[in-house]
């Protein structure tokens, strides 16, 4: 297809933001996945997050998942972070990239870290010097930037705004998250133009899709269109939204990779082999997951030439 990029880089999402909102997982079955996962070619993996274990039961453990895991060279374990405690947890368990959240929307900002968006602002400038400071560089990660599940619609010169202070805070990256699944083409257009006026290129964000609304491919789409190559993914479909009981959880890893394997578009990751990983995922939740590619198989150009 004219005009996409030729490569795009995934982050795999399962093991943090999947496993947050599946019934906790055992430490072990967490070292197992993200193995697989770093053995499929993927280059970044989000392996956990190092939050308080009463807000988050399922991500209690951290230090041993990261202390036991197989570092493959070449690929980046990242963490998520929300204070400098965690970050400190962050660091001292070796994670090689931390990850800080600040929403968009002034209430999901209060339930989530049970601070003002102002407050995390300055929080996350004051947890990015500590992380430089250790070596190790810090993402941010804008949530509610597609939509707020308890104000609905958020301006993206919000958004924009809040991601410009975050690059003025030092942050490395930038990543905008539709938290609950809110996010459509529109709104991804919308929210990267809000990006361009303040001097954020498309070609150096991040997009964080959900699957709630069953979107969350199409807005893959509307981002390569607007030549976004980082995209967030979980195996299998991983995940939930804590906010639509039942709802699927990210954009499929596989159903991604398969997606741009027909378009052209390389990602570096072997879709067999990551299939593999979604049907080890659904074994560790004792579930089916949503992922499409499990149930109806691969069908493209790219592996039916591959395999012959
Ligand atoms: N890791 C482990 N424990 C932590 C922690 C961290 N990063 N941050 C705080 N705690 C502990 C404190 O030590 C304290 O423990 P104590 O009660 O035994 O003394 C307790 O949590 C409360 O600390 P406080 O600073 O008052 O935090 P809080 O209750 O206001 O909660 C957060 C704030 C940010 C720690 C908590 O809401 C949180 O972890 N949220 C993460 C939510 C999340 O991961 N969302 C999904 C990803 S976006
Ligand atoms: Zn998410």
């Known amino acids: 297809m004219r005009g996409l990029p030729a490569s795009v880089e995934i982050r795999e999402v399962g093991p943090r933001d999947g496993l947050q ?5 055992p430490v072990a079955d967490r070292v ?24 988050i039961p399922a991500m209690a453990g951290a230090e041993e998942v990261m202390a036991a895991i197989d570092r493959r060279p070449g690929v980046v374990y990242s963490a998520l972070v929300p204070n400098v405690k965690g970050a400190e947890r962050a660091l001292a368990a070796g994670a090689d990239e931390l990850e800080v959240v600040v929403s968009a929307s002034e209430t999901h900002n209060q339930r989530n870290v049970r601070r003002s ?17 250790a070596g190790v560089p ?15 619609d958020v301006e993206p010169t919000r958004v924009a705004a809040i991601a410009a202070a975050l690059r003025d805070g030092g942050a490395d990256r930038l990543s905008f998250g539709d938290t609950t699944g809110m996010a459509t083409p529109r709104r991804v ?7 361009d006026g303040v001097g ?25 269109e607007r030549g976004v190559v ?10 939930g939204c804590p906010y639509a009981p039942g709802a699927t959880g990210n954009v499929v890893s596989e159903d991604l ?15 067999d082999a990551l299939l593999t990983c979604a049907r080890l995922a659904e074994k560790i939740v004792g579930r089916e997951l949503p992922g499409q590619l499990l149930r109806a198989g691969p069908r493209t150009r790219t592996v039916e030439a591959s395999s012959a």
Do not use: K, Q, W
């Open 138 to 152: 810090v993402e941010a990660i804008v949530s509610t930037s597609f939509g707020c599940p308890y104000e609905g």
């Open 200 to 224: 954020i290129a498309a070609a150096e964000v991040g997009l964080h899709f959900h699957n709630t609304r069953g979107t969350g491919l199409v807005n893959v789409l509307a981002g390569l």
């Open 257 to 271: 990779v398969h997606m741009l394997a027909d378009i052209g578009i390389d990602t570096g990751v072997d879709l």
């Open 189 to 195: 257009d919308d929210v990267l133009d809000a990006l």
């Open 230 to 239: 980082r995209f967030d993914a979980s195996v299998g479909g991983l995940g």
């Open 21 to 25: 909102n599946e019934d906790p997982v």
């Open 117 to 133: 968006v102002d407050a995390s602002l300055a929080g996350a400038a004051e947890l990015i010097t500590l992380v430089h400071g």
């Open 32 to 55: 197992r996945l993200v193995d697989a996962l770093s053995g499929t070619g993927l280059r970044r993996i989000e392996a956990g997050s190092f939050v308080s274990p009463a807000a």
